[in-house]
């Protein structure tokens, strides 16, 4: 390799290792990634576009993407399907060795949710400014009154997270304004 492609390289690496935050495991990129194409599918179905993952050891043991339209549940959010169905893998509603890739900040329901699995590590992607409930409006995750806490990583892979939001509201606005013009 000559000097100026290694001198390439070692910026892309470094590059890399800056965007990751503090304490991510290349199994929680590999869970993410799978985040990220739930949330894709969440999108094509008109569904506010989250997916998340719960895993343990490389093994999934159960994963959603938000499905709230389509089920009418105001509790269909990712993280709660996705707990729901780690659950019956697992034969019960401890999740204290798992760990939940989520492609956006859980709100105040799934942030308790999580507590309640006692679930081990939160690594969620975006931030969410409007229920986030993990770093944004609130810290149940971390609240030391509450009987559990977990390990939170924040803000992994969280710019293609974001923009999967962003396109989803940009097309539905854009719909909006077509059909308001027909009539
Ligand atoms: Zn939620």
């Not at 559990?148 to 719909?175: N, S």
Request: net charge positive; hydrophobic share 45%.
């Amino acid at each position: 390799m000559s000097d100026r492609a290694s001198h390439a390289w070692r910026r892309r690496v470094r590059a890399r290792i800056l965007a990751l935050p503090r304490g991510t495991t290349h199994e929680d990129q590999q869970m993410m990634a799978r985040a990220i194409e739930l949330a894709h599918q969440a999108a094509a179905r008109g569904e506010v576009p989250v997916g998340a993952v719960i895993y343990k050891d490389g093994v999934i043991l159960g994963e959603a993407s938000n499905d709230r339209e389509a089920s009418s549940d105001p509790t269909g959010h990712a993280e709660v399907v996705a707990l729901r169905r780690a659950a019956i893998t697992v034969g019960g509603w401890r999740l204290n060795e798992c760990s939940i890739a989520v492609t956006l900040e859980p709100c105040p329901m799934c942030a308790g949710a999580l507590v309640n699995a006692r679930i081990a590590r939160l690594v969620y992607g975006a931030r969410d400014p409007k229920a986030g409930a993990v770093d944004t409006l609130y810290d149940l995750c971390r609240d030391v009154r509450l009987n559990h806490r977990m390990t939170v990583i924040g803000g992994v892979m969280a710019q293609p997270c974001a923009q999967l939001l962003t396109q989803f509201f940009r097309a539905r606005r854009a719909a909006k304004r077509g059909a308001q013009v027909i009539p």
